[in-house]
């Protein structure tokens, strides 16, 4: 059985069935009357939905290192949330401690965004992070 998929009619691309907006333009695709199917009788796995459970638990367990940027491709990002939580580290050893909740901040934020991850479907964590290279929140 074949792949169902949804012509665009904006841009006219073809898009899988399942997703709600175009993966070319972002318009929003009309409701396809079949679900997906998939080809052979073997499930699919969507190009990119491998690295949705290494960056939600990278950002869970080493969020403030900024892994889970690294994981997903973000360089740029990845090097800014490292750069904040070292720089935070050597201000709370030079303040003797009191700085310390800034350590805090970069290490929250990847807490939140691996929890982020973790609760989107494959599709939707595919087409936000994969396709569309939203790098926050």
Known sequence: ????????????????ANFQTCTNCGTMLPISPMPMQPVGG?????PGADK????????????????H??????????????SVYLVSLVIAMV???????????????????GIIYL???????VQTY???KKAWF
């Open 1 to 16: 059985m074949a792949t169902n998929y949804v012509s665009c009619p904006n841009c006219h691309s073809q898009n899988p």
């Open 42 to 46: 073997y499930a699919q796995k969507l």
């Open 52 to 67: 949705k459970i290494a960056a939600g638990i990278c950002g869970i367990v080493l969020g403030g290192l900024g892994i």
């Open 69 to 82: 940027k690294f994981v997903l491709g973000y360089q740029q990002e990845g090097i800014i949330m490292l």
């Open 95 to 113: 303040t003797c401690g009191i700085g310390t909740p800034l350590v805090l901040i970069p290490s929250i934020v990847g807490i939140i965004e």
């Open 119 to 125: 609760t989107k479907s494959d599709e939707e964590f």
């Open 130 to 132: 994969v396709l569309n």
